[in-house]
Nanobody, 117 residues
Framework: QVQLVESGGGLVQAGNPLRISCAAS?????MGWFRRAPGKERQFVAS???????IYADSVKGRFTISRDNAKRTVYLQMNSLKPEDTAIYYC??????????????WGQGIQVTVSS
């Protein structure tokens, strides 16, 4: 069992940056971020493997950067040039082994990110 705890969310003005973090209680080969905007389904944002391979959704490519510190078992999502449409609950996810990058074994409780215009 891997527990995930997100931190760093909050309210930010459009155009400004924000970094959110997720600390894992155990090892995960792949860690990712998803988000659920009001009235919408949860969508993939980005993921990163233990060696550092990354994948991004088209909607955040060039603005968001995912990174991880394997020693701290922590994954980060640096969000730049934020837009009001980035407002959502952001969920951290962990996958113990390789495979489908959109399917994860463990999930965090989520953290609110609100971007004001």
């Amino acid at each position: 069992q891997v527990q995930l705890v997100e931190s760093g969310g909050g309210l930010v003005q459009a155009g400004n940056p924000l970094r959110i973090s997720c600390a894992a209680s155990g090892y995960a080969f792949r860690m990712g971020w998803f988000r659920r905007a009001p009235g919408k389904e949860r969508q993939f944002v980005a993921s990163i493997t233990s060696p550092g391979g990354t994948i991004y959704a088209d909607s955040v490519k060039g603005r968001f950067t995912i990174s991880r510190d394997n020693a701290k078992r922590t994954v980060y999502l640096q969000m730049n040039s934020l837009k009001p449409e980035d407002t959502a609950i952001y969920y951290c996810a962990a996958k113990v082994s390789n495979g489908n990058v959109y399917v994860y074994d463990y999930w965090g409780q989520g953290i609110q990110v609100t971007v004001s215009s």
